[in-house]
């Protein structure tokens, strides 16, 4: 079956970095997706990684290893605004997006 | 980013009566659209994939005839909750694909700002 897991919950200091992993197993892989959603909010897109290696967009930067089935998404010099939920999603050969559950991101002061 | 908007943003009824939702693409065309809904702390789930001039294709589960779904135009797709009850509560949010990228490598999905639904 299609599944993606990535940690429920993580909890971070204002200021700090901080990673959150994706796992994925899908029926052929057409890319891979992060979504930031705030509470109440429809997400909103973050990046796309199709290929091998680091995307780096500004305080974001995304991951993937395709051998792996690994993806990250790496949040730097973090602001209580960054707190939300960010969702991992991979596209499989059909062109469908399976969701993980989503992380919830905590930002401390 | 492409921009997709929903209306209404919110919407509060009475058990049995029908609610219709919008979602419109803004800024491009876009033929196909998503909708999912979500419950409080819990995931997106995808209800329907809406192809602009054909039939939606529904996931396994939701009823077609209780969420009907029309995208009639490449910038306009509707979900019908008929006969709504109150478990029919929840953040219902549609997506579009950006059209230089449907069935392409890089697709991107830009979402509209959801429509939460109160069935009393």
């Known amino acids: 079956g299609q599944n993606i897991d990535q940690p429920t919950e993580m909890t971070a200091t204002e200021g700090a970095i901080v990673q959150i992993n994706c796992t994925y197993q899908?029926?052929?892989?057409?890319?891979l997706f992060w979504y930031q959603q705030h509470a109440g909010e429809a997400p909103t897109f973050l990046s796309y990684?199709?290929l091998d290696g680091l995307e780096e967009k500004g305080r974001f930067s995304s991951f993937l290893s395709r051998s792996k089935g690994y993806s990250y998404l790496l949040l730097k010099e973090l602001q209580m605004k960054d707190s939300a939920s960010y969702l991992c999603?991979?596209?499989?050969?059909?062109?469908?997006?399976?969701w993980g559950a989503g992380t919830k991101l905590i930002i401390k002061p | 980013g492409a921009v997709v908007s929903q209306h209404p943003s919110w919407v509060i009824c009475k058990s049995g009566t029908s609610v219709k939702i919008e979602c419109r693409s803004l800024d491009f065309q876009a033929t196909t659209m998503f909708w999912y809904r979500q419950f409080p702390k819990q995931s997106l789930m995808l209800m329907a994939t809406?192809?602009?001039?054909?039939?939606?294709?529904?996931e396994q589960g939701v009823e077609k005839d209780k969420f009907l779904i029309n995208h009639a135009s490449l910038t306009l797709s509707t979900l019908t909750v008929t006969s709504a009850h109150p478990e029919d509560s929840s953040f219902y949010i549609c997506?579009?694909?950006?059209?230089?990228?449907?069935?392409?490598?890089?697709?991107?999905?830009?979402f509209g700002p959801g429509t939460r639904l109160l069935v009393l």
């Open positions: 999603a991979a596209l499989d050969s059909n062109y469908q997006l399976i």
């Open positions: 997506s579009a694909l950006t059209p230089e990228a449907s069935g392409g490598p890089q697709e991107t999905q830009y």
């Open positions: 899908t029926s052929g892989f057409n890319g």
């Open positions: 990684n199709v």
């Open positions: 809406s192809n602009e001039g054909s039939k939606a294709t529904y």
